[in-house]
């Protein structure tokens, strides 16, 4: 299933409101384009928040309260993988009220896409 959120979801190649990530296989990648890179793939390797990413595409919105028990995990966990994948530009956040609501964030799983997309 998260393949498939991951396919759905991640098209072409902005970078997560940094410059364009030139594709992996497509020429080598400079250093700092590396780095960026690495950093997102670190974030989407882990299996708890490849898990949130699949369940909020499922609703196409949440918050920690609608994670936490099919997760299995406390809401601090749950609430710093959000954090992390918010800051990593793969979700979208927005305050309503006491409670933060996450999003997908197209744009920053598209510049996984692009960047791994064969040339």
Avoid: F, N
Wanted: glycine share 6%.
């Amino acid at each position: 299933m998260t393949v498939d959120i991951l396919t759905r979801y991640i098209d072409g190649c902005q970078y997560i409101a940094m410059e364009c990530c030139p594709p992996l296989l497509e020429r080598p990648l400079g250093r700092a384009d590396a780095e960026r890179l690495a950093h997102v793939l670190k974030v989407l390797a882990d299996p708890a928040r490849l898990r949130i990413l699949s369940m909020i595409a499922a609703r196409e919105d949440a918050c920690v309260c609608h994670l936490t028990e099919p997760l299995g995990l406390s809401q601090p966990t749950v609430s710093h993988h959000l954090k992390v994948l918010h800051e990593a530009g793969l979700l979208e956040r927005e305050q309503r009220g006491r409670w933060v609501h996450y999003r997908l964030a197209p744009e920053g799983l598209d510049a996984v896409r692009g960047a791994l997309a064969p040339a």
